[in-house]
């Protein structure tokens, strides 16, 4: 017999003669689809509270049931574990989801860091960049020979990049597929000034190999 439904009891009786007889049945009544509803929603909404009520139990009170009123809840094992792993789950998701967060907010920081520390060359700047690369061989000069004559508070890997970039354009000015087909006679066609045109005039001589770095610091104090 069902403990949760409602008993509705009915009585029969018959009389014979001086004696009467009743007889008491029980039966069980259906409930209705709302009830069905009602009930388990009520189950459900009572699951949060019975679990802690459950976690905070003796071990030797774990097979117990929690009760009010009328009405029995069992709380299993299983239901327990189904529930703290799923707050488990989202406990978990919501770490990564912030730790997610915070290295995007490391990693745009980081990059804003190096934006702020890149040198910024100016065009007297890079005029004197240009006429060294030319004066010493736009092939063979390097990032420390500019570093040692340029005396400038930049690293040897911004300049070096400077100079890639630079490179690759003048390759690009005389149509040449790559900077490794540059020549030292390749000069650029958007800088001009006299000491360049000199330069040039220097390497048209198949025997001129460059000026020394002490050549070109006398050059630029000219």
């Known amino acids: ?21 009743f007889i008491a049945q029980e039966w ?33 009170q774990m097979d117990s049931k929690p009760t009010d009123g009328n009405e029995s809840f069992a709380v299993t ?6 529930y703290m792993q799923h707050q488990q789950k989202q406990t978990l998701e919501l770490i990564k989801k912030v730790q997610q967060q915070q290295q995007f907010k490391i990693q745009q920081n980081m990059k804003k860091v190096v934006r702020q520390g890149e040198f910024r060359w100016s065009p007297e700047l890079h005029d004197e960049f240009v006429l060294i690369c030319m004066a010493v061989g736009v092939r063979k ?30 390759a690009k000015q005389h149509g040449l597929g790559s900077s490794q087909n540059l020549e030292n006679h390749h000069f650029p066609v958007d800088v001009k000034s006299e000491k360049l045109a000199q330069i040039e005039k220097m390497w048209q001589n ?16 000219k």
């Not at 069980?28 to 699951?47: A, F, G, I, Y």
């Not at 094992?77 to 189904?82: K, S």
């Not at 990032?143 to 100079?163: F, M, T, V, Y």
């Open 141 to 170: 000069v390097t990032p420390k020979q500019l570093q040692q004559i340029l005396n400038i508070d930049a690293s040897r890997e911004s300049i070096g990049s400077h100079l890639q970039k630079f490179r690759m354009k003048l």
């Open 1 to 21: 017999m069902t403990d949760d439904l409602p008993i509705q009891r009915l009585q029969s009786f018959a009389t014979d003669e001086d004696t009467s007889i």
């Open 77 to 82: 094992q299983m239901d327990v574990n189904t």
């Open 28 to 60: 069980p009544v259906v409930p209705t689809p709302n009830q069905t509803r009602r009930t388990e929603q009520k189950h459900q909404d009572r699951l949060p509270s019975v679990v802690q009520f459950y976690i905070d139990q003796d071990p030797s």
């Open 206 to 221: 198949a025997l001129f190999g460059g000026m020394t770095l002490q050549e070109v610091s006398l050059l630029l104090k």
